[in-house]
Antibody, heavy 122, light 109 residues
């Protein structure tokens, strides 16, 4: 069955960097856009970044633009989120999620990983 | 950016009852690009409804979505114990960013 498994979360000091990974399996990863969505403790859902199926198009929320970089390695079926200059406001569970559009972007999310917690604290 | 407002914030009902959750958009949502997700404690969200009224794969038919323009709703015809969760609406489409409502918590009365 389709699986998305995030890793790389943890506790990090303000101003430091962290890289999240999302390993995909049981579908043709290279055909689907992928998204990172985060959820602060006890809060709602927020789009962080998304990347087209081939990596040619990327979008970032204003709150992370210039600090976060989304990328993918289709040969490894893996999605990444490089996060830098982290602040307490970035503390959240980070989910990777698949966009169901094949070689297109529908901007809905049909499969989600279990999430990885990023906690920014001194 | 379209703002989605969900109501009520919390809905207290008993198993077997009918639940109706509302999602109102600050501007018209084009082509009914409105989705609903369910999130249980400690779990990732799950896609229930897209296109305002189409059920996602594997979603029971007690879940239904309706609406257009600025007013949308999610109805659960007969609540099962596993349906008590938080529900989020999402406006999607080509315009970014897409946004989520703040959520409605459906709790057991």
């Amino acid at each position: 069955q389709i699986q998305l498994v995030e890793s790389g979360g943890g506790v990090v000091q303000p101003g430091r960097s962290l890289r999240l990974s999302c390993a995909a399996s049981a579908f043709t990863f290279s055909s689907y856009a992928m998204h990172w969505v985060r959820q602060a403790p006890g809060k709602g859902l927020e789009l962080v970044a998304l990347i087209s199926y081939d990596g040619s198009n990327k979008y970032y929320a204003d709150s992370v633009k210039g600090r976060f970089t989304i990328s993918r390695d289709n040969s490894k079926n893996t999605l990444y989120l490089q996060m830098s200059s982290l602040t307490a406001e970035d503390t959240a569970i980070y989910y990777c999620a698949r966009d169901p559009g094949t070689r297109q972007q529908l901007n809905i999310l049909d499969y989600w990983g279990q999430g990885t917690l990023v906690s920014v604290s001194s | 950016e379209i703002v989605l407002t969900q109501s009520p914030g919390t809905l207290s009902l008993s198993p077997g009852e009918r639940a109706t959750l509302s999602c109102r958009a600050s501007q018209s949502v084009s082509s009914s690009y409105l989705a609903w997700y369910q999130q249980k404690p400690g779990q990732a969200p799950r896609l229930l409804i897209y296109g305002a009224s189409s059920r996602a794969t594997g979603i029971p038919d007690r879940f239904s979505g309706s609406g257009s323009g600025t007013d949308f709703s999610l109805t659960i015809s007969r609540l099962e114990p596993e349906d008590f969760a938080i529900y989020y609406c999402q406006k999607y489409g080509t315009s970014l960013p897409y946004t989520f409502g703040q959520g409605t918590k459906l709790e057991i009365k």
